[in-house]
């Protein structure tokens, strides 16, 4: 899926610093050093008349980013958080409220054990350590759509901390495996929705969504551009969803990501000023934000304005491709944070834990080790483990015999194909794993052959059935007779005797002619390899 | 709470024209604009507060029992005031649910009676666990009442092997010696029904004043956040969010009510949170340590449930501090999470 997504970055129009684009294609990451061949090469590009990106050539390439990313996941429960409130997007506003998620006084929070659950399986698939006690804080600020005047969140006892996330990168952007450092996931609610109308003199508050559980993801500083920030957040995703504890959608809010960027000269360990960036609604959108903000950052650095890089909240603009401020901080925000009196704490007991970590599913990480190690390249890894419904696909369809190679093959290539014109999901496609293992066990055991097979399989794709019927119904049984085959290469011999001449004569080219019109004759049954075989004996015979 | 009572039939009548003190900020229920609460016995002195209207009611036989909450005193303060029984349950017997919560690690709904037969009937109505209120206790509530026995069935000395601890703290400087003679009066008294009683010492006594105000302040000031006007309560309309909030509170929320506030507010902030919240915490738990280590050695403690009489209406308006001095004798119970009976003889 985010190799998908990558392509289509690729072709932007609205291209500010094309230069960095050329130069992921072609495997090179921007802010690591670049040996000074393709530096030059670069310098030859025409770019755009903006005085900033001519600057571009001229800067050091001895910095390096520092970026960090801040996710929040929001939880697939049945109901919120702290009360038994059921939560769908876009239902109608203020439809689904109480007076505990609506704060009105004398509510109370009663914790969803779910949440607790949820967190745990997170907080493992993560490498994480758990905090067997820990407890619940207020977070306390005020806006309009946070009802209580706090948040209920976790401050210096997060549920999980120090685990960490391992990453494939994508070939075209260099491959590469790559661990990523976690800090802490903890628990907390949800704020409600404010719409602000037209006229801007009044905004409205929507509850809907205030006390949904949440659990925010912090990374260690580990990425260092764009591209590995994407699949970090491309691989959070498909954590969530392996795990069955969000649908992880960015578009519609239930995963969410901030970034924090930051430069400093390649040697120095101090950081530099770090930057935070909002409003990110796709993985492709993260990744330009990223690599945008890295190049102004740098320019700064490079006219000696490291100073102008302040600490403040800066917005992507995703029409102008650009960040903007948004606001300046006006040093850090006080929560005045302190233990919520309200919730017990939260305590885990050894065996709680071994049955949440017994009942995880295997993880996208596990998946792309094991087909590894089942000799398939990196592409086929990659593409075969990242969704977790094609990885189910093919492993069903192991397990009924095909081998790795065969079955790969075809899901990423016909099955694909067919899938994207058609725009279907592999859960849609009328083909079961069962018959495309049959359909594989039946061209390798030379019932028929790989043309025909391809043919078998747009029917089963489009119509679903099974191999053995449309074999037998249309009579698609390959031909390994030699005998019979020979009565056929021996029938067009004769009927082509030109074409014999030729052949004869030197024409060598021809043998594939005669394959052909032999093919027709057979309908597409003769077994290709044989038919050659047989086919070059009798034009290469004296008789 | 009211379902728990509509469930053993018992009569809920609102409070009639009785101030509920704002908010329960009140240890003299006087900070309203209306009406001013009397205390029944000479309506030139406080009632006592928060619960003070409560209080009034049943010693004015308006009803025969009243609900209040006690966050520090809220309850036995003012039944003392207004010679009454007033009882705080263990914090978690009775659910918060639908309190307005003030100190949510303090609160706890208490009940007045004339008797404290009475005041125990109430009490077992209205106890038990509630799945809505997470801090409320699992613990079953045993039939009491029928531990109840009447006066005439009593022998001569009923409260034989009963310890009891008079606090020796409670009987020293800063109590009127009025006071010290009424509570004096009271344990020869219980000495005389049968019980050995000594007096014990509990050195951390005095810090609990310090440590109710900072803790009680700064959780309410966390839970008084959410009347900001924006969902209900008056609005004052204003150009920037800020000063909506702002002005609606300022206008909305009496002057002693702001001062906890900014009080508890200044307690959480960062760099006062170490030295004020956390500290104060760390001491209630000595506290409450040293409470559970006296009742390990008797069975019940007794002291004054005020350091003085009801004072007159007007007399502590312009000195909050020794209003709030007042509470000295209650606020440990809460801190410790201890049930306690005002009982007045």
Known sequence: MSYTMFRTFQVHPFLLYPTSILKRRNGFLYSTTIPKATQSSQTETKVSTSSQSKNLYKIPKDYEA?????????????TKAFCNCPYSYGSFPNSSICPVCMGLPGALPVLNNKVIEFAVKLGLALNCNLAFNSKFDRKQYFYPDLPKGYQISQFDVPIAASGFLDVDIPLEFGGGHKRFGITRVHMEEDAGKLMHTEKGNYSQVDLNRAGVPLLEIVSEPDMRNGIEAAEYAAEIQRLVRYLGVSNGNMQEGSLRCDVNVSVRPIGQSKFGTKVEVKNLNSFSSMSRAIDFEISRQVLLHSQGQEDQIVQETRLWEEGSQRTITMRKKEGLADYRYFPEPDLPSVILSQEYVDGIQTSLPELPEEKRRRYEKMGLGMQDVIFLANDKNIAEFFDATLAKGADAKSAANWIMSDIAAFMKNEKLTINDIKLTPEELSELIASIKGGIISGKIGKEILFELLAKGGSVKEIIEKKDLVQITDPVEIEKMVVKVIEENPKQLEQYRGGKTKLQGYFAGQVMKASKGKANPGLLNKILLEKLNSTT | MNQKARDTNLMVQKQKMNNVAEITCSASNLDEEDEVTANPWDVSRVPGGSSGGSAAAVSARQCVVSLGSDTGESVRQPASFCGVVGLKPTYGRV?????????????????????????????????????????????????????????????????????????????????????????????????????????????????????????????????????????????????????????SRAKGLGSEVKMRILMGTYALSAGYYDAYYKRAQQVRTIIRNSFKEALNQYDILISPAAPSVAYKIGEKKNDPLAMYAGDIMTVNVNLAGLPALENSF
């Open chain 2, 95 to 247: 659910s918060r649910f639908g309190l307005m919560a003030y100190a949510s690690s303090l609160d706890a709904i208490g009940c007045f009676g004339s008797s404290v037969a009475d005041t125990g009937i109430l009490l077992h109505a209205i106890a038990g666990h509630d799945r809505f209120d997470a801090t409320s206790s699992k613990q079953e509530v045993p039939n009491f009442l029928s531990h109840f026995d009447s006066a005439s069935s009593l022998e001569s000395k009923p409260l034989k092997g009963l310890r009891v601890g008079l606090i020796r703290e409670t009987i020293e400087d800063g109590v009127d010696a009025g006071v010290v003679s009424a509570i004096r009066a009271a344990a020869s008294h219980f000495e005389e029904l049968g019980c050995s009683l000594n007096e014990v010492s509990l050195p951390s006594f005095s810090l609990g004043l310090p440590v109710y105000y900072v803790l009680a302040l700064s959780e309410s000031s966390s839970n008084l956040s959410r009347y900001d006007g924006i969902r209900y309560g008056n609005q004052v309309h204003a150009d920037e969010l800020d000063s909506l909030y702002g002005d």
């Open chain 1, 66 to 78: 520092v970026i960090g990313i801040e996710t929040h996941v929001q939880l697939s429960t049945l």
